[in-house]
């Protein structure tokens, strides 16, 4: 692994931000590689609504955050250097924890929990 990588640790540090939301919600996958929770079954998906995880990937450490998907509004006040981590509509990619990016990417896990369990996706 090049310098300044730590897939490990950025996957412990960045599963903890989830970890205050967990217990309402489902983890759908547990191992050291690749966490992620589900929010309730939503009828008009015909199955659990998929809040976050974190996947270790081969160049990459990847934290999934599906409200940022279903709502992009979610992304609107939230600063140009956490942007450039994202990867698609609902994934942003880390090599190592930035704490600046970590704080703000807090917020906006916060900021999804309550706008899901506003919509009732969430118990």
């Known amino acids: 692994m090049p310098a300044g990588r730590d897939f490990p640790g950025t996957f412990r540090v960045l599963k ?3 970890a205050p939301y967990a217990p309402r919600l489902h983890a759908s996958q547990d ?3 690749f966490y992620m929770l589900d929010g ?3 009828a008009a998906f015909k199955r659990k609504v998929l809040f976050g995880g974190v996947q270790i990937r081969r160049a990459y450490v990847s934290f ?3 409200p940022v998907y279903t709502h992009p509004e979610l ?3 939230v600063d140009d250097g956490l942007k450039k981590r994202m990867q698609g ?3 942003f990619n880390f090599v190592r ?3 600046e990016l970590l704080v703000e990417l807090s917020a906006l896990v916060d900021r999804s929990f309550d706008l899901y369990e506003r919509l009732g996706w969430i118990k």
Request: proline share 5%; charged share 25%.
């Open 16 to 18: 903890a931000l989830l």
């Open 31 to 33: 191992s050291e590689t």
């Open 40 to 42: 309730e079954y939503v």
């Open 64 to 66: 999934h955050l599906m």
């Open 75 to 77: 992304l609107g006040t």
């Open 89 to 91: 509509k609902s994934c």
């Open 97 to 99: 924890p930035e704490r």
